[in-house]
């Protein structure tokens, strides 16, 4: 196995051995990179300088023998995280040159583990989009295959991870955005519980919604970023105060006694059928290992979508009125500081320009009752399902997307039938739950499928746990990208 198709716990064992330093590591990814970015496109800045000097570091930290699990690792951030030096767009041409003085706290935990950063990915513009064909810049291709998206907004971090041009990736999951993207490119992708993960220097779309958690190759992978990554952080005001368990201990592969609810309502007609037999066959493999499969019901779970996308549209108004071309960014040239405003958010793409008109006319005094407020409700009643599943239940699965990854073009055109991508994922985001998702199979096509596991809040333990001991148990045939690395790395 090369160097950039392994795991994060893989090259920690060869780095802690000395058989390998992190700099051959990210020669060999950034081998990958130049082999394989050119059809792929998971990136929108490369951090060449800066990761060589990151990686001697790390090789440096090593040597005096200290161990963190991800030190010399080789990642890549979301290009919607604040990075100290290095140019943060969100895909949009109203950033393009905005270069932050400083990290987003989740970066910033990542290098001081000793974690090498790549560069910056691909995604939706302003992480708006379930297919990263909004990005401003270009489009980022799934390395299964190239004729089909990687999913979004966190399309860029996957497609890196799948294809190895890194051995992690930061994405933010808004509706599913780490999740949809990672069961598209066949790997692994955590939305941990709102609060645990510090959102500072990370631009915002919906910040009741937004999350910030990790892509990876498997589920150990998972628990070691999330290690890091997570705990109470003053700077960001919704960060809750807590200890930190040890994720990676829990993953001890019995799950024995365990009781796994799965909701009738997450298993649609919209559902395609080679992943419904997926999801049920994955059902039926955690029952031969000891668990207890209930079917349970989310009654609410039906009018998600509808709350979902009212909500995020509001927030998403609000925080997007402060790209005015005053502060910072992009500022056109106009007589006048209305036609400046203006002129200076025409540049915005159509995606983002529809969900400002949503949220504006959502937030309107006329309109704010009838479909804000509802909306928030409907929340609350989502929220109090899950609770009353979770009486019974330690995990619930559920399919991650309805389909397999799908070709460019075949959503654009209608943007309801593109939400729909979101239609299983967007309830742990409205609950702010933790829910991760794992490869469960292949379409006929060989498109991976994924499935879904969401948890009591701040219980990521025991969602890792279920989640690692259906990986290791699901004796998937070894399959890699149909983009292959061309040189010796």
Partial sequence: MRLSEMTIHQLRELLRAGEVSSREILDAVFAKIDAVEDEVGAYLTLCRDEAVAQAERADEMLAAG?????????FAVKDNFSTVGVRTTC?????ENYIPPFDAEAVTRLKQAGAVLVGKTNLDEFGLGSSTENSQFHCTRNPWDLSRV?????????????????AAALGTDTGGSIRQPAAFCGIVGLKPTYGLVSRYGVVAAADSLDHVGPITRDVRDAALVLQAIAGWDPKDPTSARGDVPDYEAALTG?????VVGLPQELMGAELDSEVKEAVYGAANLLESLGVRVEEVSLPHAEYAMAAFYVIISAEISSNL???????????????????????????????AKRRILMGTYFLQAKNYEAYYLKALKVRTLIKEDFE???????????????TAAFAFGHKTRTPVTMYQSDIYTCTANLAGIPALTVPCGYTGEGLPIGLQFMGKPFDESTVL??????????????????????TNG
């Fill in 66 to 74: 200290e161990a963190s699990p991800l030190c010399g690792i080789p």
């Fill in 91 to 95: 895909a949009s041409r109203l950033l």
């Fill in 150 to 166: 990687p999913g979004g907004s966190s399309g860029g971090s996957a497609a890196a991870v799948a294809a190895g041009e890194a």
């Fill in 254 to 258: 019995d799950v024995k006694g365990l």
């Fill in 321 to 351: 009125a402060r790209f005015d071309g005053v502060r910072f960014g992009y500022r056109a040239e106009a007589e006048d500081t209305v036609s400046m405003f203006i002129k200076t958010r025409e540049a915005l793409g159509q995606e």
């Fill in 388 to 402: 009353k599943v979770f009486q019974r239940c330690h995990v619930i699965i559920s399919p991650t997307t309805p």
């Fill in 465 to 486: 746990q279920v989640g690692h001991a259906y990986e290791q148990h699901a004796g998937l045939p070894v399959r890699q990208p149909q983009t292959e690395v061309k």
